[in-house]
Each structure stands twice: as structure tokens, then as C-alpha cells.
């Protein structure tokens, strides 16, 4: 079962992130409507422009499965109620930091 | 232990099969993830937080060295080198790929094992006693009909597309290790007037967001009656179970809302009208072929005492500390019971890595016939260790990172994997257990404060247990931030009971200091060292613990 | 909507199918017209005890995939009841759960696929063998391995 994921305004900067459907792996949607590991490659989309993302990303079931819509900073930082969560999952658990992205070196430091 | 004759290996090996089917359907887009959704929650694959989770069924928590060293391998060659225990005997991988999924399956299969009803809303995994065959108080080995049962209600045609998941334990011994009492259905072993044993059956025990204990249906169904009275619950719930809100849809909901008499009267009804035809053709022989298998081991005649062990005890405190926590009394003279903990100090409960897999396959083939368990508090057994070879076996353990001394005590904490891993959850859990473990580690305390057992869950399908807690901690999710709500006086044993909610959450730094003081006040009212916690709180009831946990200045 | 029966694709050549509750004033009336009749999940299946013999075809509905209670509807019928005539799952029917189906006693199916024999083949051949007796006169592994 997927958990359900608060609405957000029209207004609010967001990512469309999903999981990649062969490995799993957490994914963030870019400009070219690719999908990148690393959330800092994610487009920042607002309004209308984000539900067209999300609209693609839905249509893209070869690829990804169960995208939804984050909300980030104007500057595509992750903010929000979800901060936490969604910290966790760009990066990886807070209890195995052997396993973070940035150990596999997918993202920063 | 069971082992599969040439029907069961060619099901799993056809599941495998089948399963790696479905896999290329849905990467090929032949089918939807809608559509491939339930096939791959029927063979335990679930999506979490960061990757997808494999959920390996261990029936009812039993496994030999062989099926540990391919859990090793697999977490080597497909993981992250490690596995965890869950609160239900199984295995998850955290991190495996979908593409490899299919190849897990081929080499679980290689060992007898496999991931069938796992997740999905089937009858799940049998749970049962981790001391089963071992220990003298109960009164037959459970296991048997525990994988009748497992047999039984693979691929059940029927009883695949229930109202929701379904889980059965079964225990033997008055003292319930494997908590039957807050499961869909348990099963207790019981004798009759006229000798024979038959099972008690309990049903409508659960946790998650409507927490209950189970009722006793039935005192005494005979077995070759079993799987045919399963049936009439199964049937009854299949038909009149809840479907219109999932968080109402499990058995414990229906038997509340119609009245544990009438849904008793319901069973008995169906189970009345089954025809003939209907019946489970369940042979005797059969019984015999699968009984068979648990005879007990080739166990050496040997005394009660072994000298070897208490000239070890005498010169090494920590070992004697070991075996007095961690060993318990086997039917068997001149044996023990070892529970090999995964709770070391700091670490995520339940967490095992490739090598200590490996090592503890060795030390099963070793020193207890080969035979290995899993608990649903989150620790391996290994259930018939000779005295004389206690020693030994805890140095090798101790040089493993396996020989915490801990079992029962505070810091053999029970907690689900929580927002670190889990789709689902609202707060973490790991990092709320890990603080308890460091702020209770010093063994001499946890010793004096004797079994207290606390149990943690991220959100409230609970399945870190934390309503039958003795101490339990929900993780909650308050506008962005985590809170932790304390309940007092849950257990899931014999006594099985709901914990009450203490009062309003607490912020994650401060549960340890909290708790602290809750276990203060436990060592000022204990009537003696030997009341446990729990039977302290029992008697003078929960005021003074409340007070102490909301006592910060 | 492509009917799968014994195999094979063939007609489907339903009209409107009465519900229980019509089909029982119907029945009460005029008992040789009750030949066919669909079953939703919560109707109860021994209602059509006093028909058994007569029906021709019984439709179970199955709105959702993942309500279950068509194939204890089936078990019913078959075991029960004797039921000999054609069961037929009509509505959210996947390719995945046709062994189920066919387990519990049904013979028919409505497959919303183009390759909708082919996938019924092949899902039907995917186990040789079954634990547990059922619907589909299996003995099941229990009884096979003394037998």
C-alpha cells in the first residue's frame, strides 16, 4: 500500500519524485523530463507547470512508479511538513549513514 | 526440521517461476503497476522509502545453517550485506532490485525456501513458540501442525483475496512466546479430559490502529478437525469480513462488531453444514510423514550439570552474566536454549550482517544440530546447545558481536524499521531505540532492572508491537515533527493486554530521560529485586509511573 | 467482452443477467425460466439451493479484484450444492487470478484482453500441483503423496 501524500498548493515550488521501477531506487524528474538519483538534478516546477510534470511522469510507468509531488524551496531545497521524510529519502536512513547517497557518491555530501 | 519432499519443491520452484514471469510483464509495460501491484505483494515485495523491500518467509521461525548461509549470500550478493529480523520470524532485504528479484527466488528456492504470502491479504506466515521441541513446557512440538497449516493455506484458492492480511500462531506451552493472542487467529495446544491434545482457538487479536485482545471461540478442536474448522473462520470472515474501509476490514473488527458469540455461532454454523466433499482430506499418514520431521534430534544422554560449563562461569563473570540471561532450561538433561542477541548496544534492533549470518550457520551446524530460530522479538535461538559446549560457543558469538547479554531486559528492545526505512511510517524508530540502549547499556543496571520489555513503532499499524509493550513507544508525527507517545502495562504473553496511553508525546530527546525516571520509581516501589516491572505496575498501578514521566522540571 | 470457456474464446452471448433478488421473484413465478442468474459479492449463494438443478448458468460479479467473496460464492455452489451448471466471473477478472478461479469452481471467464485464451493457457498450466483439495475436484498434495 503507498502511503498518502499531503496536497499542496498551486503556489508551492515542488519536485515530482518517484522510484525507479527495475532497481527501486529513489528518483527526482529533471528538465527533459529524465529521471535523476540526485534530487539537486530535479527541476523546481510550480501551478501548472507541476501538474504537466506530474501528468508526465504518471504517463512514464516503464521507467518509475507511484511519482508524487514534494514540496521544495524556490531553490529546490526540501522543505515543508514532509522535511524529514523526504531528507531521508534524497539522502538514505539516518541510522545507516553507510548507506547514504553520498557514500555511493550519487549526491553531495 | 521439515523438509520438502518433490511436491513442495517443484510449488516453489513453479512460484519462482511464475513470479519472474510477472516481473518481465510489468518491465516490459505488459502490464500496469496496478495490475502487478498485488502479484508482487503476494510474493513479499513491497516498495519502502528507499528502494523496494523483500520479505523472505522463515515458517514458523525455524531454519538450518544451510537456509542462514544463502540469507548471507543474498544479502552479499543482492543487498546491502545485511538482512532484518521482523516481529512476525521472517527476513527482509531492504535494498534489493526488482530485475533481481526473480534470481532471489531461484536460490531460496535451491534451499527450500521462498517468499510466497508474505505481504498481500492472505494467510501469512505461521508464527510459533522460538523454543518449540525445546523446551518442557509444553506439552507436544507445535511445528508440525504448524506447517500443516503452512501447507494448508498456500495458494488457498478461497482464501487469497480476503478482506485483508491474516495471521496464525500456534504455541504448546503456557507460557505464550509467540503472543497468539494479538493474532488473527491462535492456536494453543491444550490436552482433553480423554488425554488427546487439540488445539484452543482464539480468534479477533490484532494491533494496529484498533488494538485487541483475542477471544477464546472454541476450548478444544480435535486435530484431525483442524484445517476443517479453519476453514468455517476463514469462510466466515472471506464472506462477511468488512471491505468498505481497509482500516475495519480485519478479523478482530468483524468479531467485535458482531459479538464474539454470535461469531463464534457463525463458525460453528459453516462448520456444521460442511459437507463431506467439503472436508480437508488430511490422511493420517500424513500427520505421521510431517510429524516425523520434528522427532527430536539425536540428543546425547548426558547429566544435568556440566562441570566444563560452571568452572567457565566461575572464571568469567561476563560469560556467567551470558548464560544467566541469555540461556534458558532445556527438556533435554545436560542442554540449553540459547538466545543469541540482536539487540548489541546502539545498533538497529534486529539488524544481522552478512558475516554474522555466516557465522551463526557454523555455529548451528556446530553446537545445536544444525538447528537455527527466529524470534518475533527480533533475535536468533539456537535451541539445543550442549552445557559443555556453552563456553565455546560464547566466545566464538562474542567475537561475532552476537553474545549481548541481554535477552528480556530493558535494552532487547523490539522496533520496526520506522521513517528511516518504511513508506508507511510517521516517525522514526531506530534512532529513539538506539538512545534507550545507550542511555540503559551498562549490563549490571539492566541485570537489576530486570525483564522489561519495550517495544517501538513508527506509526500506528504498530508493528513494533508497542500496544503489548510493557513499556510502549509510538512514533507520531505532529505538523512536521516527531513525538512519542508512552503506554504503560501491554504485554503479549499469556496475560495478554493493551498498554494505556500515559499522556501527551514526547519530544525524542527526551523519551530516554523520561524513562529513566519511570524505571527509578520502578526500583523504589518493587516489593522485592524479583517483581518484575510489569507485575509492579500491576499492583500499584500506573499513577506514580505517569507522574515520574512527565516529572522534568 | 472476450468469454473464455473450456480454453477457448467463444461467444458471449448474454443479454441483461437478472440479480438475485429479481431472479428469486422470477424464479418463485415462473420456475422454468430460471436459467441464468448473476451473483453479487454479498448476496448469499444458497439462496439458489431451490434452483440448483435447473441453472444453466450462474454469473458471479466481481466489481473489484480484490474482493474476494466470488470465489467462497463458487466453493459454495460447487461443494454445497452441487452445482454442475456453468459458473461464470464476469467483471474485474485478471489473467493472475484465474487459477484461483478455476480452483474454486469456476469454468468461465470474462477476460478484457485481446489474448485472452492464450493468457488463460498459460495461467492455468503454471502449477502442477495444489495443497489443499478444492472446488476443481484436485484431491490436493495431502492425499496425493499417500495415494
Not at chain 2, 472454541?218 to 481497509?246: C, H, I, S, T
Request: proline share 4%; aromatic share 8%; hydrophobic share 40%.
Amino acid at each position: 500500500m503507498t502511503s498518502v501524500r499531503p496536497k499542496l498548493k498551486a503556489d508551492i515550488p515542488k519536485v515530482i519524485t518517484a522510484w525507479d521501477v527495475a532497481t527501486g531506487a529513489t528518483v527526482y524528474q529533471t528538465a527533459d523530463r529524465n529521471w535523476s538519483e540526485n534530487i539537486a538534478d530535479a527541476e523546481v516546477v510550480v501551478g501548472e507547470a507541476a501538474d504537466a510534470a506530474l501528468e508526465a511522469a504518471q504517463g512514464d510507468e516503464l521507467r518509475i512508479l507511484d511519482p508524487y509531488v514534494m514540496e521544495v524551496t524556490a531553490d529546490g531545497e526540501v522543505t515543508g511538513r514532509e522535511t524529514l521524510r523526504e531528507t531521508i529519502r534524497a539522502t538514505g536512513p539516518t541510522t545507516h549513514t553507510e548507506f547514504h547517497k553520498a557514500a555511493r557518491g550519487v549526491v553531495d555530501a | 526440521m521439515y523438509r520438502y519432499d518433490e511436491f513442495d519443491a517443484q510449488i516453489v520452484r513453479e512460484r519462482a517461476a511464475q513470479f519472474r514471469g510477472q516481473v518481465e510483464r510489468r518491465l516490459s509495460g505488459d502490464i500496469t503497476e496496478d495490475q502487478f501491484k498485488p502479484l508482487r505483494l503476494m510474493n513479499g515485495v513491497y516498495l519502502q522509502l528507499h528502494a523496494y523491500m523483500l520479505r523472505i518467509a522463515i515458517p514458523y521461525g525455524t531454519l538450518r545453517g544451510e537456509q542462514m548461509r544463502k540469507f548471507a549470500h543474498i544479502a552479499r550478493k543482492y543487498d546491502k550485506g545485511y538482512g532484518h529480523w521482523t516481529t512476525r520470524q521472517n527476513i527482509q532485504f531492504n535494498w534489493v532490485a526488482l530485475k533481481d528479484i526473480p534470481d532471489v527466488l531461484d536460490e531460496l528456492a535451491e534451499v527450500e525456501m521462498h517468499a510466497i504470502q508474505t505481504s498481500g491479504n492472505c494467510i501469512r506466515n505461521t508464527t510459533s513458540d522460538q523454543f518449540a521441541g525445546a523446551t518442557a513446557e509444553e506439552i507436544e512440538d507445535p511445528r508440525p501442525w504448524c506447517e500443516i497449516i503452512r501447507q494448508w493455506s498456500t495458494f488457498h484458492p478461497e482464501f487469497s483475496f480476503l478482506p485483508r492480511k491474516f495471521k496464525i500462531a500456534v504455541t504448546a506451552a503456557e507460557n505464550d512466546r509467540a503472543a497468539i493472542r494479538v493474532h488473527d487467529i491462535g492456536l494453543h495446544m491444550r490436552r482433553n479430559d480423554a488425554g488427546e491434545t487439540g488445539f484452543e482457538v482464539i480468534v479477533g487479536g490484532g494491533q494496529g490502529r484498533t488494538p485487541h485482545v483475542g477471544v477464546t471461540i472454541k476450548p478444544f478442536v480435535a486435530k484431525d478437525q483442524l484445517l476443517d474448522y479453519l476453514e468455517a473462520v476463514m469462510r466466515v470472515y472471506n464472506r462477511f469480513g468488512r471491505r468498505d474501509n481497509k482500516y475495519k476490514a480485519r478479523i478482530k473488527i468483524l468479531v467485535s462488531e458482531t459479538g464474539a458469540e454470535e461469531f463464534t455461532r457463525l463458525v460453528d454454523e459453516e462448520f456444521e453444514a460442511q459437507r463431506d466433499a467439503e472436508k480437508i482430506v488430511l490422511p493420517q499418514a500424513e500427520v505421521d510423514r510431517i510429524t516425523q520431521y520434528f522427532a527430536p534430534p539425536a540428543f546425547e544422554d548426558l547429566p544435568d550439570t556440566s562441570d566444563v560449563l560452571e568452572a567457565a562461569k566461575a572464571k568469567d563473570d561476563a560469560f556467567a552474566r551470558w548464560v544467566r540471561v541469555n540461556v534458558r532450561p532445556h527438556k533435554q538433561a545436560g542442554y540449553g536454549i540459547v538466545t543469541i542477541s540482536c539487540k548489541p548496544i546502539g545498533a538497529p534492533p534486529g539488524d544481522v550482517t552478512d558475516t554474522q549470518m555466516d557465522v551463526t550457520a557454523d555455529l548451528a551446524e556446530r553446537y545445536s544440530l544444525d538447528e537455527i530460530r527466529i524470534t518475533h522479538e527480533q533475535n536468533m535461538v539456537l535451541p539445543h546447545v550442549k552445557l559443555d559446549d556453552l563456553f565455546d560457543l560464547y566466545q566464538e558469538l562474542d567475537s561475532a558481536g552476537l553474545a549481548t547479554a541481554n535477552y528480556e531486559l530493558i535494552s532487547d528492545i523490539i522496533c520496526c524499521p520506522g521513517l528511516d526505512y518504511c513508506n508507511l511510517a510517521n516517525a522514526r524508530s531506530i534512532p529513539v531505540a538506539q538512545d534507550l540502549q545507550n542511555t540503559f547499556a551498562d549490563l549490571e543496571r539492566q541485570d537489576d532492572i530486570g525483564e522489561l520489555k519495550i517495544k517501538i513503532s513508527g506509526c500506528i499499524n504498530a508493528c513494533g508491537h508497542h500496544h503489548v509493550g510493557h513499556i510502549g513507544i509510538l512514533g507520531v508525527d505532529r505538523k512536521g515533527e516527531e513525538f512519542y507517545q508512552i503506554t504503560f502495562g501491554g504485554r503479549a504473553d499469556e496475560k495478554a493486554a493493551i498498554g494505556q496511553i500515559a499522556g501527551p508525546g514526547l519530544r525524542a530527546e527526551d523519551v530516554p530521560s523520561a524513562l529513566e525516571r519511570v524505571i527509578e520509581t520502578y526500583r523504589e516501589v518493587r516489593s522485592s529485586k524479583d517483581e518484575r516491572f510489569i507485575d509492579a505496575l500491576e499492583r500499584v498501578g500506573h499513577d506514580p509511573f505517569k507522574e515520574a514521566l512527565y516529572a522534568a522540571g | 467482452m472476450p468469454l473464455v470457456k473450456n480454453g477457448e474464446v467463444t461467444a458471449n452471448p448474454h443479454g441483461e443477467v437478472l440479480t438475485l433478488e429479481p431472479f428469486l421473484e422470477i424464479a418463485a413465478a415462473d420456475p422454468k425460466d430460471a436459467v441464468i442468474v448473476r451473483l453479487m459479492p454479498d448476496d448469499c449463494p444458497l439462496q439458489l439451493e431451490p434452483f440448483i438443478e435447473q441453472l444453466e448458468v450462474v454469473e458471479i460479479s466481481f466489481p473489484r479484484y480484490a474482493d474476494g467473496r466470488g470465489y467462497s460464492q463458487a466453493q459454495l455452489l460447487r461443494r454445497r450444492l452441487g452445482y454442475k451448471g456453468e459458473i461464470r466471473a464476469v467483471g474485474d477478472v485478471l489473467r493472475d487470478q484465474l487459477l484461483f478461479m478455476l480452483r474454486s469452481g469456476f469454468d468461465a471467464f470474462e477476460l478484457g484482453r485481446e489474448d485472452a485464451a492464450q493468457a488463460f493457457a498459460a495461467a492455468s498450466r503454471e502449477y502442477s500441483h495444489f495443497y489443499q483439495p478444492a472446488a476443481d475436484g484436485e484431491s490436493g498434495v495431502f492425499a496425493r503423496r499417500h495415494s
